[in-house]
């Protein structure tokens, strides 16, 4: 919970709940930019991200400490397949007829 990593996790959750939040309170409640209830989106997105901290912070002492997810994340096993971003060349085939 004390490294930056964690932190700046937490606070992306935070500020995507935020935007999550907002947005519903605004497209729940106006049909118009001028008409939007900006005062009450505001508020009912604040309190969003400021428990969104905080659920962060309750899962830190529950899963990976360095993150703050309830998520455990472990290293994967000696000799098991991972996922690369990169593809594997394939073998080529002679040019010749087919047998």
């Known amino acids: 919970m004390w490294t930056k990593l964690f932190w700046l996790g937490a606070v992306e959750r935070a500020i995507k709940t935020f935007a999550q939040a907002a947005v ?3 497209a729940a409640n106006s ?3 001028l008409d939007a209830p900006w ?5 009912a997105a604040g309190l969003a991200a400021v428990l969104s901290l905080l659920t962060s912070i309750g899962s830190a ?11 455990r994340t472990a290293a994967a096993p000696a000799g098991s397949a991972t996922l690369t971003s990169t593809p594997q060349a394939s073998p080529t085939v002679p040019p010749g007829p087919m047998p």
């Open 31 to 33: 049909v118009g930019l």
């Open 61 to 71: 002492t529950i899963g990976d400490h360095t993150s703050p997810s309830l998520v």
């Open 39 to 43: 005062g009450a989106a505001a508020s």
């Open 24 to 26: 519903a309170v605004l």
